[in-house]
């Protein structure tokens, strides 16, 4: 079985700040992995996910992700924040070339300081 | 294309009342799902479905049912609605479950259940 660790539930970055999202997975078998965003008051939507091939993921937005095997992980990064930014983040994982279902993790919060 | 649409959005109800939570979708996906959501707990699957007739358990599907009649619409039913209900719950639906096919998700209905 797979499963997902959002390491921070909440992280509070300055406008026009880099920001990352930490995303740590644990998997037997090879994953697919996925990053959703949550505006306020709104459902998911795919951010961004790693099927194979390059380990730099790009996404809308100007967010982007890495997928890093050996550390298990699929941080989630941008440059530079916008207000708009301001959303909760699900890193997302399920089990390659399987009819599995998607493992959510707990959500990180973007605050965008002003 | 409305994509996933979940009605209604926001309900409250008394203890032991009884409840459809609808959802539908028109994007002719075989798979959907219900998840709710609560706060710092990220998305538990509650039921999702392969397609018209075939409906399976998630991780917390206890005190809710669901049917798949049509391809189209997935309802959830709240039976004896307790407290610990009280969630927001969201509706999904994919092309195939999991692997590489991102879930499209309806805007979610805020329950509460005094």
């Known amino acids: 079985a797979q499963s997902v660790t959002q390491l921070d539930s909440q992280v509070p970055v300055f406008e026009e700040a880099p920001v990352e999202l930490r995303c740590n997975y644990s998997?037997?078998?090879?994953?697919?992995l996925f990053w959703y965003v949550q505006y306020p008051n709104q459902g998911l939507q795919l951010l961004l996910k790693?099927?194979?091939?390059?380990?730099l993921v790009k996404g809308i937005n100007g967010f982007e992700a890495e997928f890093n095997k050996s550390q298990t992980s699929f941080h989630l990064r941008k440059p530079s924040v916008h207000i708009s930014d301001t959303a909760e983040y699900f890193c997302?994982?399920?089990?390659?070339?399987?009819?599995?279902?998607?493992?959510f993790g707990k959500g990180t919060r973007l605050h965008i300081l002003p | 294309n409305a994509g996933v649409t979940q009605t209604p959005k926001f309900r409250i109800l008394k203890i032991g009342q009884s409840m459809t939570l609808q959802c539908t979708q028109d994007?002719?996906?075989?798979?959907m799902y219900w998840y709710r959501q609560d706060p710092g707990m990220g998305l538990k699957l509650i039921y999702y479905?392969?397609?018209?007739?075939?409906?399976d358990k998630g991780e917390v599907p206890n005190g809710y049912n669901v049917s798949r009649s049509t391809t189209e619409d997935f309802p959830l039913r709240l039976e004896l609605a307790a407290p610990s209900q009280t969630s927001v719950y969201f509706c999904?639906?994919?092309?195939?479950?999991?692997?590489?096919?991102?879930?499209?998700f309806g805007p979610g209905t805020r329950l509460t259940v005094l």
């Open positions: 999904a639906s994919s092309y195939s479950i999991g692997s590489r096919n991102e879930q499209f």
């Open positions: 998997s037997s078998v090879s994953v697919y």
């Open positions: 790693y099927l194979s091939g390059s380990t």
């Open positions: 997302a994982v399920t089990a390659m070339n399987r009819d599995d279902k998607i493992i």
């Open positions: 994007m002719n996906h075989n798979y």
């Open positions: 479905s392969v397609g018209a007739g075939i409906t």
